[in-house]
């Protein structure tokens, strides 16, 4: 099982509300990441967990917050966004440490529009 | 911080021809460089990866090139198909989780039957 699964697939949410993205993995890796895809633009990296810990928060604003409940699962909470989140969110997963870059597994993505 | 400038922007192959995508990073201490390709509406994904005691590597149609002096490494997809059509993204990372690779900008190639 080389998937990295990520639902809902679509959300649309108003700047009120509160809402989570699920990311889920079996494949034993121990490094997982948020990114942020903007339309035309390349994956930008929000967060990295190593080891179900937060390692790198790339300065993303508190109304995202992560959490790592185990090693298979990776949580993205959302609060009081802005219509500028909009965006493809994707969780990527791979092996953890390590000397050299390992490769990484991407799922699909939650397409989220804020209204 | 890594630097990564990928070109062209956008290619455009006749079906059964050759398309070049070309990369160039800043960080010597760089050693890991993926492609991946991104079809509309899905997530990225890894076609080739090439490590820095490698010069080339192939897997059927697509190979990738490193040149470490110079600091480039380069996609190459021959006998292209429509289905290769879609935006691919170089990356480079260093002594770390590929996850935390610097993407260059994307090539959006288009494969016209």
């Known amino acids: 099982d080389t998937e990295v699964t990520q639902t809902p697939k679509h959300l649309v949410m108003g700047m009120t509300n509160k809402k989570s993205l699920k990311c889920e993995q079996h494949?034993?890796?121990?490094?997982m990441y948020w990114y942020k895809q903007k339309a035309k633009k390349p994956p930008e990296l929000m967060f990295v967990?190593?080891?179900?810990?937060?390692?790198i928060n790339e300065s993303v604003p508190s109304r995202f917050s992560p959490e790592c409940p185990n090693s298979s699962l990776l949580n993205l909470h959302l609060h009081a966004l802005q219509p500028e989140d909009s965006a493809l969110y994707l969780c990527?997963?791979?092996?953890?440490?390590?000397?050299?870059?390992?490769?990484?597994?991407f799922g699909q993505g939650t397409r989220l529009t804020v209204v | 911080g890594e630097n990564v400038e990928q070109h062209p922007s956008t290619l455009s192959v006749q079906e059964g021809d050759s398309a070049v995508i070309k990369c160039t990073y800043s960080?010597?201490?760089?050693?890991?460089f993926p492609w991946y390709k991104q079809e509309l509406g899905k997530g990225p994904q890894l076609i080739i990866d090439?490590?820095?005691?490698?010069g080339e590597k192939k897997d059927q149609r697509i190979a990738v090139t490193l040149n470490k002096t110079a600091k480039h490494f380069s996609l190459h997809i021959t006998e292209t198909q429509p289905e290769d059509s879609a935006v691919y993204f170089c990356?480079?990372?260093?002594?770390?989780?590929?996850?935390?690779?610097?993407f260059g900008d994307g090539t959006t190639l288009t494969v016209k039957p």
């Open positions: 967990y190593s080891y179900e810990k937060l390692s």
């Open positions: 990527a997963s791979s092996q953890a440490g390590g000397p050299r870059g390992t490769e990484a597994f």
């Open positions: 960080d010597s201490a760089s050693n890991y």
């Open positions: 990356a480079a990372s260093g002594n770390t989780n590929a996850g935390k690779s610097t």
């Open positions: 090439i490590r820095s005691n490698v």
């Open positions: 494949m034993g890796h121990r490094a």
